[in-house]
């Protein structure tokens, strides 16, 4: 099984939806209670392959990245389009999903990456140490460029620690959710580019070390991304592996417009 905020099972969303969800939330938000885990790995091996040349958008990128997933992984997610994002993945079983919605944290991500990894650890000695299951997985991070700003010197933990870390970077130079929810045009929401593919190397990452392989690349568009999460380096998941992923200012996952529409139709009601 899956799980998703500490709850095992493979078909949240139709649990969810079949108990009624929030009864105010109007009717194009609420859950087909016939959505499944199941139909959700159909849809993507039926998708169409986007034109190799084409931006990266927000809405299809946290479906058609799930096909990266594999058994065991752990996942976590930022605040912002990250955590909405998020919704859109399906998993494979035995993944867990760990994401900072409830209390919307903008940098918590990060650095509950890192207690994440050290976790995942030690349970894997102790596993070592005692007969039983255990499905070795990945730690996988999906950060935003703001975010990452905040809390970046995490990554010397990673380094320090020799943690086996994946981040997806979406790099779009913002603050995403704040101009979602404020103003699209409020320019103090802009961050400024950093060389994030080198931030292991800036955090003292060791440099041809095979022990503790170094993996950096950016995609510009969905060629280069696929071609990226087919690397072999970057699927065995060891060592310091970061993917910065490039996508407009302006894009946002249409869940998050929808929730920031609703949000603030409630504030006008009071």
Known sequence: MAKIYGYSGVSVLSKLARSGGYPNWPERLKLDPRCSVRNRKREIERLPE?????????????????????????????????????????LPRHATMINSAAWLSIRYALGACVGATLVRMEWE?????????????????????????????????????????????????????ERVINSMNADYNDVQPWNYFESGSYFGAPKDDPSYPVFAKRANNWGELFEIIEDPQLKAGKGFSMVEVMMRKDDAVASLKELVHLAKQQNRAG
Request: glycine content about 8%; charged content about 20%.
């Open 50 to 90: 986007p034109c190799a040349e084409a931006v990266i958008y927000q809405d299809s990128f946290w479906f058609r990245i799930s096909k990266f997933f594999q058994p065991g992984d752990v996942i976590l997610t930022e605040t912002g389009t990250a955590s909405s994002g998020g919704n859109d993945f399906v």
């Open 125 to 177: 000695k102790w596993r070592s140490e005692h007969p039983g299951e255990f499905i070795k997985g990945r730690t996988i991070l999906f950060e935003g460029d703001g975010s990452f700003q905040m809390t970046a010197q995490a990554v010397s933990d990673i380094s320090r620690n020799r943690l086996d870390v994946i981040i997806f970077l979406i790099s779009n130079d913002e603050y995403t959710i």
